[in-house]
DNA sequence: CACGAGTGACAAAGCGTTTTTGCAACTGCT
DNA sequence: AGCAGTTGCAAAAACGCTTTGTCACTCGTG
């Protein structure tokens, strides 16, 4: 009564009926232009906020999507392990809830078939997907709507046919080294973690292209895994290496976080000896011992994105474009930048 | 048809109407143990998973609880900046989730009010509430059934009456100052935020308490903010006063991180001169310059607890104890463990 | 042996939408 | 004037569950 005005109250106020109320905010049924108008403007002023559930329900949707991070069992890592993971679910979950879709952000576990299959969801969207993921070939089966972060590369069609939304690797991978070449460097080394992801590609032909165009020799070292010590074996084996570079461009922040370490255990000083930079800024890259020169990814319009695309293919709107390339941005910090010596010493 | 199997499918199985089996699985209505049993049963064989949206609308629930940081405007930082937060949000979201419900992370931003003016919420976590805070009171206004995290401290009513979830403050501070004392700490300085949440004034207390024990002499700072550099400035006031302390309690991680820094500044080693612990672990706090001490204040448990005490709430059954306090667990690094030199230089 | 008080179970009425179907009232064309 | 085709809207049927009201049946009791 008092409570919550329902399409019935709009109705009552625009002197139509419910089903013309539901037309003509949904953009669906034969209407004149003017009604619709009048009954979107009368629903606006009366704050008319359809009911989820209700909607939902009519609608034979669930108004769940789930979002999960795709990947090798061996890497696992948790969710929310990196900044870039935390922006992106934040704003996949406000862009969904704005849309009337409750985003369940799915915490990576080796039996995620299980909890797919307990869950009733319209539709997921795959964080970085990687060959072999189970999740994404049992979604696939139930046709499940699928919208991924990263372009799949196991199916050779899915990069064409899938929805996606990826950054501007080859790009961003450019502003860095040129921004490190502006900064005098001269033998800039690529640490990649070997993981099957779109981005890794991207990056190392980013990489090999740059170098071609410039006739610099390439090196590239893999990283064993995603985290400090992997970044730490990795850098070190280049700085005592036969030619040590003279920068480090790092894949992820752990990663360069990890090769500034070896740095300082070898005397070599940041920036000075060497430049250090990292992809994906971070708590961490900003507080790292050097604060570190990163390419920021923008994982906050890609969660976004990806939310209100997978949401489209739920209520089967076609996207327009069925992919996006979102820009990234090059934030440089103090390990890039000689600079005058700032007194931060420590995380 | 060939999908989901509903609660007719479960009725037809069971050889009873959706009625009984609605009863049966709800604990509602008058049935024998037996038949409840049977149905049970039958149901859970066939994996019966009642469709959310039907079950919030017929019981007039929206599904939708949200979560919030309470604070002051002045102190704004967001959602996400600490692992704490992450580690509650997420586990509170999974429990949210498992019983049917959708839990809405909301940004702390100035209008919040507005935020939860559109939002049709059934319950709200509300972390670390202030006194003043405008969401908490359009809340209660609204009779929004609330569950806090961390006492609520404006009502003083409301301490003894609202529901909630804390921790074991004042033991978890007992049991750091002990620590330090073990490892030979004399003179203990405590860094405090100027913040007006419950967990300050337990933290305070359990100091004031511990030290009057022991005939100590008080050592209080209060930091600015939140901070690195507020606990810079913190501990540097600490060191640079007349008889600096030889350990430091510092109660956010970042704060924490700000006295590392303001002790190499000043070339006092840690631990060797000074050690240093803090409040909730996170990232941060295990790879700082010198890995620090930790109280883990448990967030897993407590997001998982908060959720689960509102869905009681708002499904009407009062929770069993209104309150409910969550042991904290001492975390002993390189920070306050004199030990070997371990050779890592940065964050 | 009639009668109220329990039991056990069900039919049916919502819950607030979307979607399908239907039905007038027009239009324009022969 | 007659008829198909269009246009503008509404009534009603889902959607899958919870809840209410009610019926039938079994006891103990007076």
New interface residues.
Partial sequence: MSG?IGIKDVAAAAGVSITTVSHALNGKGRLPTETRERVREIADRLGY?P????R??AGG????VALTVSQEPELAFQ???F?YF??LI?YA??AA?ARGF?L??L?PVADNEDVFH???LDGAIVVDPVPGDRSLDYLRSQRTPIVTTGRPVDVAAEEEEGYWIDNEHIEGMRSVLDHLAEVGAERIALVLPSYPASYVADMRRGYVEWCAARACEERIVMARDLT?PAGFEAARSLLDGPEPPDAIYASLDRLA?GA??AA??RGIEVPGALRVACCTDS??AR????PLTTLALNPEQIGEEAANMLIDLVEGVEPRPRHRFIPTKLLPRESTLGGTAV?????
């Fill in positions: 919550k906020r009911n989820v559930n209700a939902n329900l949707r669930t108004g769940l969710l929310g392990d900044d935390a922006s934040r979950t406000t809830l409750a369940a952000a915490p307990h869950l009733p400090e976080i500034l370490m300082e255990t708590y961490a507080h790292a011992a050097t007194a931060t010493g420590a995380a």
